[in-house]
């Protein structure tokens, strides 16, 4: 057997080879007699079953099936170190074949047991646990288990391909829209070019006229200057010549008297006005004029423009205080809505999102894509301040709540309605809002503000660039009077 080894003999059919009797020919632990191996001087291996089954009544010497060498019956010795070798063999094949032998009975796995879904062997059906059970065939189980899953892996089949055609539909549908948005932007950008050349047209022609007139003006002012000065020289001359006269001998002074006072009749610089603001003035006053039309146009574009784009239709949003922004001197309501100026400072973690020391909280929800709205009930309180923050905005320290920091805002200031602009917009309202509707326009850079009760627009911030950034609403408290909530 050694020789078979080294020749390349498979190890396990090696193994197999020296753990079989050589009279039965079959595996020692398949023989029942594990505790019965027998080994000889020729160097087999028995099993004392097979070797008294060969030799009968015998008592002499007898020869072995396999080599037929004559041996003694006193030749016989167990061979406990085979024994142990097929012990540990049993175990190994056991352990290999878990799953296919019943753990409890060591008994192979026949049968199938349909109440408690388990692979049963021969003893198993007969015990008190699977007696009253329904117990089929292994066979028929995994025949029928193998329909089962043939069944599910074709809906499967068929739901993934579904899946991949509206992958597909989809990816086309987007592609269309892309390219949809890439030639409206295009249009766009024809457009507001148009709009800039005509505006700087409209811009170089009016500061031309205004140089023109301030050329104009310059002209005229040293011209008058000019003739002014002439006729105070003038003046003065008529003056030293008259203040002279007196000083004269009396025939003398009366004979140039009357020269003198011809001469001062000649009243030249009322004769030859210098003035001519008036009509400076009238021209002016068309550029101005000019100048209104210019800022009505401009309003009225800035309030058409945005009303135009929110014709698109707003997602009402659903929008909770997230806590963890909260200053430690706000209260925030157990449903998360509603925000007030607390009586004493929280004693709250002092994590990274917490603004402090502004009365800030930001909303739970965020929004990077589409057009999104949602109301907040400012009520009659104190002073307030509403609208939408970048995800980036500072939460430490003092800094500038306008939209160069990231906020976009209006609100109750100082007692008077304002925009949060650069510099504060004040706001003309007909009357004080008790709900303010914020719009946020992701994909235009809108932020306008309604009225919600009357429709009634209120501020509309230039166009921003989010930058696919996260914008969240923002409340802020000014007052131990205020208390926002949000709506519904």
């Known amino acids: 057997m050694a020789a078979a080894a080294g020749a390349g003999l498979d190890p396990v059919k090696g193994l197999q080879e020296e753990t079989t009797c050589s009279t039965a020919l079959d595996y020692f632990l398949n023989l029942d007699c594990v505790r019965n191996e027998l080994t000889t001087d020729c160097g087999h291996n028995f099993c004392r079953a097979c070797v008294t089954q060969s030799w009968g009544e015998s008592v002499a010497n007898v020869s072995f099936p396999q080599c037929r060498e004559i041996c003694p019956r006193s030749g016989l010795k167990p061979n406990r170190q085979l024994r142990n070798v097929v012990y540990w063999v ?25 109440d408690d879904h388990v692979p049963i062997c021969l003893v198993c059906e007969k015990s008190k646990g699977h007696r009253a059970h329904t117990v089929v065939p292994i066979e028929e189980a995994v025949q029928e288990y193998k329909e089962k899953l043939s069944n599910h892996l074709e809906t499967l089949q068929k739901d993934r391909d579904e899946v991949l055609a509206l ?106 006005p210098v003035d001519n603001s008036p009509e400076l003035e009238d021209t002016l006053r068309n550029f101005s004029l000019q100048t209104a039309d210019l800022q009505e146009t401009l309003q009225k574009f800035q309030e058409s423009l945005p009303s135009e784009i929110e014709k698109a239709p707003y997602r009402t949003a659903t929008v909770t205080l997230d806590p963890d922004t909260a200053n ?42 589409g057009r999104h709205c949602w109301e907040v009930e400012v009520g009659c309180g104190g002073d307030w301040s509403v609208g939408v923050a970048r995800e980036s905005v500072r939460r430490k320290g003092v800094f500038n709540l306008r939209p160069e920091g990231g906020i976009w805002a209006v609100g109750l200031v100082g007692g008077q309605y304002k925009a949060l602009t650069a510099r504060d917009t004040p706001l003309s309202l007909s009357s004080p809002p008790r709900r303010i509707r914020v719009c946020l326009d992701c994909v235009w850079g809108w932020v306008t503000f309604l009225d919600a009760d009357t429709e009634a627009p209120i501020f509309t911030f230039p166009p921003a660039s989010f930058s696919g950034e996260r914008i969240r609403p923002w409340l802020y408290v000014m007052w131990r009077g205020s208390q926002l909530r949000m709506c519904p």
């Open 167 to 272: 992958k597909l539909s989809r990816g086309k549908k987007s592609q269309e829209l892309l390219e949809a948005v890439g030639a409206k932007r295009k249009k766009a950008l024809s457009e507001f070019e148009r709009l800039h050349q005509f505006l700087e047209e409209q811009q170089s022609l009016l500061l031309a006229r205004l140089g023109e007139l301030e050329t104009e003006i310059g002209k005229r002012r040293g011209e008058d200057a000019a003739r002014c000065s002439e006729e105070i020289s003038r003046l003065d001359t008529l003056i030293r010549e008259m203040e002279g006269q007196f000083q004269q001998p009396a025939s003398q002074f009366l004979q140039d008297v009357e020269s003198t006072l011809s001469r001062s009749k000649k009243r030249r610089w009322l004769q030859e």
């Open 328 to 369: 430690p001197e706000l209260v925030l309501s157990e449903d998360w809505k509603s925000v007030r100026w607390g009586e004493t400072r929280q004693n709250l973690p002092d994590n990274p999102e917490r603004f402090v020391p502004w009365r800030c909280v930001l909303g739970s929800e965020g929004f990077t894509w």
């Open 90 to 114: 049993k175990q190994f094949i056991l352990t290999q074949r878990a799953g296919l032998v019943c753990e409890k009975h060591q008994e192979p796995l026949k049968l199938f047991c349909q």
